[in-house]
C-alpha cells in the first residue's frame, strides 16, 4: 500500500498577436478594366511563426490578394498586395477573413 499521490497542474496558453495594417482599402473610382493595387501588411507580434490563410478570396472576383496564404515570421510582417479589377461599372465591397492558426477569431478586411 500507500498513500495516493495527488499532482495538480495548470497552464496557460496566449494565442498569437496577429494584426492587419489598416481595417479597410479603398480603392477609389477606378475604370473598368484598370488595375488598382494597395498594400496590406499581417502582422505577428508572437514569439512563433504563425500560418495565415484568406478564407474567402475568390479568383473569379474582382479583388485578387497575391499571397493568399503563408506563414508570418515571429515578430515580423509581411506584405501583401490586394488588386482591384472592375470589369463593369457599380459600387463594390467584399469583406475578406484572414484566418491566422493560434488567434481566437480571424482578422476581418
Known amino acids: 500500500g500507500g498513500s495516493p499521490l495527488i499532482i495538480t497542474c495548470t497552464g496557460f496558453v496566449q494565442g498569437a498577436s496577429v494584426s492587419l495594417s ?7 473610382e477606378v ?7 494597395k498594400v496590406l501588411h499581417i502582422r505577428n ?3 512563433k511563426a504563425v500560418p495565415y490563410h484568406f ?16 506563414v508570418i515570421p515571429p515578430d515580423s510582417f509581411v506584405v501583401v498586395t ?3 479589377v472592375p470589369q463593369t461599372p457599380s459600387n463594390y465591397y467584399k469583406r475578406m477573413y484572414v484566418s491566422c ?5 480571424p482578422l476581418v478586411l
Open 82 to 84: 490586394v488588386r482591384f
Open 31 to 37: 475604370e473598368c478594366g484598370d488595375t488598382v493595387t
Open 101 to 105: 492558426k493560434g488567434s481566437q477569431c
Open 45 to 47: 507580434d508572437s514569439t
Open 55 to 70: 478564407v474567402n478570396q475568390d479568383v473569379q472576383g474582382m479583388f485578387f490578394v497575391d499571397r493568399v496564404c503563408g
Open 22 to 28: 489598416s481595417g479597410a482599402l479603398n480603392f477609389g
